[in-house]
Antibody, heavy 112, light 112 residues
């Protein structure tokens, strides 16, 4: 069974940083591109970025390129999203996504 | 960025009837490799999005054959035949031909 489990979310103050993780199981993680998508409360889906199998190619949506960093550890079957300079506009559910499925998401709330 | 325009915004349908959702892109989604990277997702209430259709017309593993995708270039359609209660939710089209990848705003399928 394919499982993607995000963690690391929670309440964070504006201007601070946060790192999300996504633990993958049930498929060959290092064979797949992986990505992150977010959804602000009551809104639609926003593509954040993606990373290829060996981390040699990482693409971002331009508005988040200077704030967010995607990485992966194939030995640990884990995908990461490092977020910095967080603002209220970054409050959202963050989903880990692959061609095999999506995680259930993790909530990030940016507030003082 | 490629703008994905979904219509209608919401759709009321009776159980057992057909539903049709349109998605238009501001640029052709035909990639130089010959593929058209247009996917359809369903987000049921309280859940993460689930992949229904990939490459415009291919049903993902386990997806009911009541779902069908068609179209090419800039015009795409998702048809749901014989709507069932578990089909209700928000449908999104998603293009991953041109960076940055983009989603449509969503179409909410409701019961009439």
């Amino acid at each position: 069974e394919v499982k993607l489990v995000e963690s690391g979310g929670g309440l964070v103050q504006p201007g601070r940083s946060l790192k999300l993780s996504c633990a993958a199981s049930g498929f060959s993680f290092n064979d797949y591109w992986m990505g992150w998508v977010r959804q602000a409360p009551g809104k639609g889906l926003e593509w954040i970025g993606e990373i290829n199998q060996d981390s040699s190619t990482i693409n971002y949506t331009p508005s988040l390129k200077d704030k967010f960093t995607i990485s992966r550890d194939n030995a640990q079957n884990t995908l990461y999203l490092q977020m910095s300079k967080l603002g209220s506009e970054d409050t959202a559910i963050y989903y880990c996504a692959s061609g095999r499925g999506w995680g259930q998401g993790v909530m990030v709330t940016v507030s003082s | 960025d490629v703008v994905m325009t979904q219509t209608p915004v919401s759709l009321s349908v009776s159980l057992g009837n057909q539903a049709s959702i349109s998605c238009r892109s501001s640029q052709s989604l035909l990639h130089s490799d010959g593929n058209t990277y247009l996917s359809w997702y369903l987000q049921k209430p309280g859940q993460s999005p689930q992949l229904l259709i990939y490459l415009a017309s291919n049903r993902f593993s386990g997806v009911s054959n009541r779902f069908s995708g068609s179209g090419s270039g800039t015009d795409f359609t998702l048809k749901i035949s014989r709507v069932e209660p578990e089909d209700l939710g928000v449908y999104y089209c998603f293009q991953h031909t041109h960076l940055p990848y983009t989603f449509g705003a969503g179409t909410k399928l409701e019961l009439k």
